[in-house]
């Protein structure tokens, strides 16, 4: 009856928590093949990883309603309190609480990494950014006025076109 109901919604918690786990170290992976991209440079391999990131992060969030479900059905609590209380509170198997609390401290760590390596993506980023508009300056910017003219002759600015308008 009602036990194996609960049994039953602590074996899907349990299965969700895992899959949400493994989604996370699946971003974890994309991320760090984008950090390489991206120290390596810009390509369609980068574009196709973003693509693969944002459809993990869709079925995370499907995950995290179904176990907000799963939490509020075991505990007839609102499912956004911490794992860490529900576990304590509603899990009495010892073996079954050390299972939840190995699949949240897997969690966090590769959630840490995820958020580590994301800060590092989001700073190589912004340097090439300004690689870039440093590069685009130097192109579209015309040279320097010589400083040195001849006293006995008028000063005269010279028009050079910046090299981007340059004919080839």
Do not use: C, M
Request: proline share 4%; aromatic share 6%.
């Amino acid at each position: 009856g009602v036990i194996s109901v609960l049994d039953d919604s602590f074996l899907q918690l349990k299965n969700i928590l895992s899959e949400e786990l493994s989604l996370y170290r699946h971003i974890l992976v994309l991320s760090e093949k984008k950090q390489k991209l991206l120290l390596e440079r810009f390509s369609t391999d980068l574009l196709q990883i973003v693509a693969d990131e944002e459809e993990a992060v869709q079925k995370l969030a499907s995950f995290e309603g179904e176990r907000q479900s799963l939490i509020e059905k075991i505990s007839h609590q609102p499912g956004d309190s911490s794992l860490e209380d529900f576990v304590n509170s509603f899990v009495k198997n010892d073996t079954e609480k050390t299972v939840f609390f190995l699949l949240k401290r897997d969690l966090n760590d590769v959630i840490t990494r995820i958020k580590e390596i994301n800060e590092r993506n989001q700073k190589l980023l912004e340097q090439a950014l300004d690689l870039t508009r440093y590069s685009l300056g130097l192109v579209t910017t015309p040279p320097r006025e010589v400083i040195y003219h001849r006293p006995d002759t008028k000063k005269v600015s010279p028009s050079y076109p910046s090299l981007i308008d340059r004919k080839i």
